[in-house]
């Protein structure tokens, strides 16, 4: 019983992570893809571009995907593994999960503020695309710390 709670923390806080983050990715992508299909209305000219920016919400499920493989091989080259590294792997499983649903929910407000003026004729797909990145970026600490915080 003693080495089951540790196992059992490590792999909720990796499932967690995975649900949270694939989640964020669905919706964030799902925002961006709807209004898209809205601005195709008006300009069908855009789609390409707006493709593209409905794609980088994307990358939060990719980094909680990672995650998991990161912390799976690492549970996989410890032998036993106690309550201090089960309860590691647990939080920043969680950390990134919060993380990445999060930013990929904020990015996706902010790529589809930019397909809707895109439509309305204005060229902001450079400025979207910059603009969009800065969410990321917290998902890319999230995941950094990820495999800094892993036990050895």
Known sequence: MEQTLPLI?????????LALTCIGSA???TVGGNATIGALKKN?????????LCALPSTQGLYGFAGFFLMLDRLNTISV???????????VG???????IYS?????SIVANGIVEMSNGNNVFGKTMILGVFPELYAILAFA???LALPS
């Open 9 to 17: 923390l490590a792999y909720v806080g990796m499932a967690v992570m």
């Open 27 to 29: 919706i964030g992508v």
């Open 44 to 52: 069908p000219d855009i789609f390409g571009s707006s493709m593209i």
């Open 81 to 91: 593994l106690n309550l201090n590294q089960g309860l590691a792997i647990f939080a």
């Open 94 to 100: 969680i950390a990134l999960g919060i993380v990445g």
């Open 104 to 108: 990929a929910v904020k990015q996706s």
């Open 145 to 147: 710390a990820t495999f």
